[in-house]
């Protein structure tokens, strides 16, 4: 069963645009000298008012802020780029700022994507080179990447794509099995020309092909295994109202953006006697991918998939029974398209519940007790493809109040020719390599944990010596450090102590006398490979750390910065945190990076089997006790709550 709605709720502040207002954006945009026959929407997003305003107005002590869009504009023809703030209320242009490249590009269109094939082809240094290694424009597909920044003098200020080529040996055969290697072009896409051509080496093009969908490739089907049905009778528990969703003792709104995608919004719980705040806003602010391979053709390739791409422009129409399974509400994505026109992704977000086990259980020895609860959980998710990588994002809220994201990867390896004995790649089929390469994630995880004054404590686990006071060597303890300002707020996992991080209120306390709070606990990984001095890590200074704390601002959005296309470096959160601001009972806001760093296996050819990485904010003294003691036994209620003594096993039998 399934249930579609738009996601057009204008009423609230921090709701997504809606289609007419999308459509009142284009028409203010193209009636005003920003526009030109060549113009493109680069990106149309919510410009968010400040917290305090919101909390006001949700107060009721304050007018509904005025409903603002960011608006980035390129003219295809020249090159020049602006980022705007307009008013959707009044239709006033409110600022504008010319970007002259020296600090980023904006966000690479889909328009240069689909211009480059014909751009490559018009050069005959291209042509040649193709023929050297046995292949024409007519048999490859290029793939344009984003280009970083090197420092190369003719790229300055220039919008430029660095190209790639891959065999295709007919309409339904998957290039990336047929890497066109040693070869690569830089092509500035507003003057449509190659700047630089790479022809370091011809390589042989891998020939066995990499058609997952080929039922003559996939093998025989699996016919052992039998349905699954998943059945709520009696309906889904949560309950919607526009994008605010109720579910359990939960409350909180979805939204969306093309940038960032799904976006949770004002996340509270309610603990019997009021509505608990515990996150005003969390999304996947970033992502990148660096690559591990240093050869001249590829040394650059670094993928900021969210700030450079804006990975919620592809977000995928979901599909009932094959990417969400049971009772599901489905919320659709609604954006703008290069032209200004609204664009509607049907399915582009899913809800539904799911079971999850235990919950909790006892069975006790002196009282004959044995009570056990089933877990459930309430799933909020959204499917991106970008190129070659599938991305799945899944928030899930659970009963007792725990907060989980997990982002999901698979679809198909990048490739290139594999040499033997390559120290930065693995073979994955006969010839074929996979660079090694990592995904590391940016959640901005705006905290609100009881109220607006909030810390972050870091505590470790402590091995203590054989002492006076610890004779058998046997004890342990842990130490807490509070982070004060920012200057000591970038902080590395550490999985030797348990190294976790507690977001705690400064100013309420539970019934114990210690501080609210809630802990985010990090899945340890590693931070970026890249060496310090690289481009890449002064581009993507936030993946040198698990953890940035900040002091909110509104205008601090992207732990990258702005404009990351072609940004030289120092931008997003070194910037943020260059004034040191205190972050010690402030509404501040964590940054958890988290990711895989990924040798490619065999097994991920020709397509690549789900692999996961996940953070969980767990709450740590924000309840007197269990707050899922409430939850009722599954029906027949004897089967999993009574009074005899004994211990049933999973069929029920009694020992």
């Known amino acids: 069963m399934t249930m579609t709605d738009p996601i057009i709720t204008t009423s609230a502040p921090l709701a997504s645009l809606s289609i007419t207002e999308i459509e009142r954006v284009r028409d203010i945009v193209t009636a005003s000298e920003l526009f030109t026959r060549t113009t493109r929407f680069a990106y149309v997003g919510l410009e968010e008012p400040h917290k305090r305003e919101v909390l006001d107005y949700l107060a009721g002590v304050a007018e509904r802020p005025d409903r603002r869009a960011r608006v980035m504009l390129l003219d295809m023809a020249t090159g020049h780029s602006t980022d705007s703030v307009l008013s959707i209320d009044s239709g006033e242009i409110i600022t504008t700022s010319v970007l002259d490249g020296s600090a980023g590009q904006l966000p690479v269109l889909l328009e240069e994507f689909d211009a480059i094939g014909e751009i490559v082809a018009a050069d005959p240094r291209w042509v040649a080179a193709l023929e050297a290694r046995g292949a024409s424009v007519d048999t490859v597909v290029c793939v344009p990447l984003s280009a970083g920044y090197y420092e190369y003098p003719e790229e300055e200020g220039r919008r430029i794509l660095r190209v790639l080529a891959f065999r295709q040996d007919h309409p339904e055969d998957h290039p990336w099995a047929h890497p066109v290697d040693g070869l690569c072009a830089y092509v500035d896409v507003s003057s449509r020309t190659i700047t630089r051509l790479i022809d370091a080496e011809v390589m042989p093009i891998p020939s066995e092909g990499g058609n997952f969908d ?17 059945t709520q009778p009696d309906g889904p528990s949560f309950e919607v109202d526009g994008e605010s969703v109720t579910w359990g003792n939960w409350k909180f709104d979805v939204g969306f953006d093309p940038r960032e995608g799904l976006i949770l919004r004002q996340l509270s719980f309610f603990d019997g006697v009021e509505q608990r705040p515990i996150m005003y806003r969390g999304s ?21 998939d969210t700030g450079e791409y804006l990975f919620g422009r592809f977000t995928n129409s979901l599909a009932l029974g094959c990417d969400c399974v049971g009772e599901i509400k489905y919320f659709d994505a609604v954006l703008a398209d290069e032209v200004g026109n609204p664009q509607v992704i049907e399915n582009g977000i899913c809800m539904h ?41 899944y928030w899930y809220l659970y009963l007792d109040g725990t907060i989980e994201c997990e982002a999901k990867l698979t679809g198909i390896l990048f490739t290139s020719s594999y040499v033997e004995g390559s120290p930065y790649a693995s073979e994955v089929a006969p010839g074929l390599g996979a660079p090694y390469h990592q995904h590391l994630f940016s959640a901005r995880l705006d905290m609100m944990v009881d109220g607006l004054s909030n810390a972050v404590d870091e505590v470790d686990a402590v091995r203590l010596p054989i002492s006076e006071s610890n004779p058998h060597g046997g004890a342990f303890t842990s130490s807490t450090v509070r982070l004060a300002s920012e200057a000591n707020a970038g902080r590395l996992a550490d999985a030797t102590v348990g190294r976790a991080w507690h977001i705690v209120n400064t100013e309420k306390t539970n019934r114990l006398g210690r501080s609210t709070g809630y802990v985010l606990m990090p899945q340890q990984s590693p931070t970026l490979m890249a060496d310090p001095a690289s481009s890449i890590a002064e581009r993507a200074a936030y993946t040198t750390k698990q953890l940035w704390v900040t002091q909110y601002d509104p205008a601090e959005r992207y732990p990258a910065g702005d404009f990351v296309h072609q940004n030289p470096g120092g931008d997003g959160l070194p910037r943020y945190m260059a004034g040191d601001r205190s972050v010690d009972g402030e509404d501040i806001v964590l940054w958890h990076t988290f990711g895989p760093t990924h040798f490619p296996r065999p097994e991920d050819w020709p397509v690549m089997p789900t692999d996961y990485a996940k953070f969980t904010l767990k709450p740590y003294g924000f309840f007197d006790r269990n707050p899922a003691l409430n939850v009722p036994p599954n029906e027949p209620a004897h089967e999993c709550s009574h009074g005899g003594g004994g211990h049933a096993d999973h069929a029920g039998h009694q020992h």
């Open 353 to 393: 519940e799911e079971d999850f086990g235990t919950l909790w259980k006892h069975s006790d020895m002196f009282t004959g007790s044995n009570e056990v609860r089933r877990s459930r959980r309430l799933v909020i998710s959204f499917f991106t493809t970008v190129g070659n990588y599938d991305y799945g994002f």
């Open 214 to 230: 080929d039922p003559a490739v996939q093998g025989a089907p699996l016919t052992a295994l039998k349905p699954i049905s998943i």
């Open 284 to 304: 996947i602010a970033e992502m990148v991918v660096p690559y591990g391979d240093p050869s001249p053709v590829r040394f650059w390739q670094n993928y900021f």
